[in-house]
């Protein structure tokens, strides 16, 4: 598996760089970013924070607002940004061009459905190919966690949830939680695996969480802004938390008042998520 290198910037003492490279999961071109602090070396691997983005974003939006890299540096831990679909001119993308589906908007699933299914499989992506990728071109471990925001914070707590084991904590920012219940998430399980809404349980991570045994759980950490615009309609934090509460999940709800969707929100508690999956990955 070849990379291509995009772009370079030193910052506190580590590396950001960008790569593209064929993903054969997704049949197209991908880009990717990641940081590599001053910890790592061909001498000292560090482990990984594979980072999800939400609804319109690229692999740049993270690493440039949300003020991870200082901390990242600190702790000596890597993050991988990757892009939030499959792109190009050959890959579907929505007739209407709307924000919520299509390009920009793999929603983090393995589509079933035709046209979607011969590019957007986004699952296998993020949980094999990539972190492959990953561990075969630079100096990191094989310990990872997860993290993400909104379309994001649902990827991350679905991959997490259906891999024990695959990492070792996980944690989002206003995810969306119920996606077999609010407009974004029908609409694109709906157009990606079609109308059997049982197909949709599985990227679904209140109902993953609820019927998830003991042994099976990580530490999660879920941040919500209380005046998140999206709060009540799309992202139901209710549901994830009713459902740890159904399967004693070991879930960190944080409320947040005044806060709302953007990397404003994101910037302001990153420090506190860094932090956690420091603990669980035993840095410092």
């Not at 594979?50 to 993050?79: H, P, V």
């Not at 939030?84 to 579907?92: C, M």
């Not at 042994?215 to 992202?235: M, N, S, Y």
Request: proline share 6%; with cysteine.
């Amino acid at each position: 598996m070849t990379i291509t290198q995009v772009s370079e910037n030193k910052v506190f003492g580590g590396r950001h760089v960008q790569y593209r490279h064929q993903a054969n999961s997704l049949a197209c071109d991908m880009r990717f970013a990641i940081f590599l602090p001053p910890q790592a070396s061909e001498n000292h691997k560090v482990p990984v924070l594979y980072w999800l983005s939400g609804l319109t974003c690229t692999d740049e939006n993270f690493m440039q607002k949300a003020g991870a890299l200082r901390i990242a540096a600190e702790l000596g831990m890597a993050i991988v940004a990757p892009d939030t679909s499959p792109r190009g001119e050959a890959v579907p993308d929505d007739a209407d061009n709307s924000y919520d589906f299509g390009h920009g908007a793999g929603f983090y699933v393995d589509a079933t459905r035709e046209p979607w299914s011969a590019n957007y499989q986004m699952y296998s992506y993020i949980r094999d190919e990539l972190p492959a990728l990953i561990e075969q071109h630079f100096p990191v471990t094989e310990q990872k966690v997860i993290s993400g925001h909104s379309m994001g914070g649902h990827g991350a707590l679905v991959l997490a949830l259906r891999n024990p084991g695959f990492y070792q904590s996980v944690t989002a920012f206003s995810p969306i939680c119920n996606p077999s219940a609010c407009p974004w998430g029908e609409k694109a399980l709906g157009n990606y695996l079609g109308d059997d809404k049982t197909a949709w349980q599985q990227y679904d991570a209140s109902i993953l969480m609820s019927n998830l045994e003991q042994k099976q759980q990580i530490p999660a950490l879920v941040t919500q802004g209380g005046d998140d615009d999206f709060l009540e309609q799309q992202l139901k934090p209710d549901t994830l938390v009713a459902a740890a509460k159904h399967s004693g999940y070991p879930l960190s709800y944080e409320l947040q008042a005044g806060y709302d969707h953007s990397y404003y929100f994101i910037s302001s508690f990153i420090e506190q998520h860094l932090r956690f999956h420091a603990r669980h990955l035993g840095l410092g």
